[in-house]
């Protein structure tokens, strides 16, 4: 993780420097604060932080909790207004030797560990003159000092800089499908390996968190959560919030996996949940599998949060490959589905779409849509797992009551919503009690 892996840094070598790059609104100012407060707060140092942008007050609003950790005299204005109330947190300078001494006996008053200075490129500008000295007298400080330096910048292009410093982070705002990507590219880490170079994060909670995921089937307690009028949860209580509280009865849900590079075992834990809550709520669940799957690889993962007799409720049903006829599989579906409903069970249907491809389109398309009606009618649910070589995708979607998008990102499997539109979610999941299944959003 990108703040840990600063952190060790900080502790392998005494006045380590990190140049962060990135237009604005990226996460810089973030990614700083966050990186202060694991410093002060959790590693019980000190901090300076330098602001040519606003003011102390301002830059408490925007981040309050920079109080609890970062005493005000430690926050200094360096924007050089004339209209300050303020004069002990106010950094005063007109030139180069000038800039340099008064950055220096604040470090030294202070015993600090941190110092940060957002934006290096507003004090070049302030100060004028030769750059590249004012670049090295600084890094000079820092490391006589002892003193670890964040300098923040707004350039993106390589410059001398980037020789002198130790560690360099580029900070990106890109787009996926129309929503917001974050990411940061680790371009330089001396001291430490670099793992990832690619690194996405968000800045939820006005938080830089680094997002990972851990997504894989395990063996776990899994909470029973209720369904609420006209709603079946998904079994992950985030899912339901994001949803409005769940699944509509007679819903048709439609989960595709849009890159290869989400792996079996991922999306099938996420429908999984699903499954599992239907069986402990005493309701009755149909599957034909997607491809890569198959009746036994099935029942042993649910196995993994269901007792035994309730997977009795269970029916797996193969399409056979080596037969075009699709109504005869159709009506073998249909006689366990009655048997299901002839308990007075609402039902979850999970249908591998992939597995059409095997029939003649029309016919999928003739039974696929009496599925969905049949399910609407009987308010039960539906979830149909797609990925983009499954025939008729495009008329699929169009029947869809809700329509969710799996991909991977930078090694982290994300889900959003096409059908409710919604931001991208990085998905990862806690053993705690119960397993839970935790959405964080890219924002």
Not at 25 to 40: H, I, P, S
Not at 171 to 199: A, H, S, T, Y
Request: charged residues 25%; proline residues 2%.
């Amino acid at each position: 993780m990108v703040v840990h892996d600063v952190l060790r840094a900080f502790e392998k070598i005494n006045g380590y420097t990190i140049l962060v790059k990135g237009s604005p609104g990226t996460g810089k100012t973030t990614f700083a604060v966050t990186l202060l407060e694991e410093v002060c707060s959790k590693g019980g140092g000190k901090g300076v932080y330098i602001s040519t942008r606003v003011d102390p007050e301002t830059l408490y609003k925007q981040f309050p909790r920079i109080s609890e950790f970062v005493p005000a005299g430690n926050i200094l204005d360096a924007t050089q207004s004339e209209f300050v109330e303020d004069k002990s947190k106010h950094l005063r300078y007109e030139d180069f030797a000038s800039f340099l001494r008064a950055v220096f006996t604040k470090v030294e008053e202070k015993d600090v560990s941190i110092l940060i200075v957002d934006s290096w490129d507003a004090i070049h500008s302030q100060i004028g003159g030769d750059a590249e000295k004012l670049n090295v007298s600084m890094l000079d400080i820092a490391r006589k000092t002892e003193t670890n330096l964040v300098l923040i910048s707004e350039k993106e292009e390589e410059e001398k800089l980037d020789y002198l410093v130790d560690c360099i982070l580029l900070f990106k705002q890109e787009r996926e499908d129309e929503r917001l990507v974050r990411r940061v590219f680790i371009q330089k880490m001396r001291g430490i390996p670099i793992k990832e170079q690619m690194n996405l994060f968000t800045l939820h909670d006005g938080r830089f968190t680094h997002v990972t995921s851990n997504i894989a089937l395990v063996r776990a307690k899994k909470e029973r959560i209720p369904n609420k009028d006209a709603l079946f949860s998904s079994g992950i209580m985030a899912l339901d919030d994001i949803l409005g509280g769940g699944y509509p009865n007679g819903g048709f849900i439609l989960l595709e996996v849009a890159k290869e590079s989400v792996g079996l075992e991922s999306y099938w834990q996420i429908v999984l949940q699903t499954v599992a809550n239907f069986l402990h709520n005493d309701m009755g669940v149909l599957v034909i599998p997607e491809e890569g799957l198959d009746a036994e690889f099935i029942k042993e993962s649910i196995a993994n949060y269901v007792e035994e007799a309730k997977i009795r409720n269970v029916k797996v049903i193969n399409a056979d490959a080596g037969s075009d006829n699709l109504s005869e599989y159709f009506n073998s579906y249909m006689e366990e589905y009655n048997k299901l409903k002839g308990k007075g069970k609402h039902c979850l249907h999970v249908i591998g779409l992939t597995k059409m491809n095997f029939f003649d389109e029309n016919d999928v398309r003739v039974h696929l849509s009496e599925l969905i009606v049949r399910n609407h009618h009987n308010g039960d649910l539906m979830i149909g797992l797609m990925r983009p070589s499954t025939v008729l995708s495009g008329e699929i979607k169009e029947m869809a009551s809700i329509y969710l998008k799996m991909t991977q990102i930078d090694g982290v499997v994300c889900m959003y919503g096409i059908r409710p539109r919604t931001c991208i979610y990085g998905l990862s999941q806690e053993l705690g009690e119960f397993l839970e299944i935790k959405l964080t959003p890219i924002v």
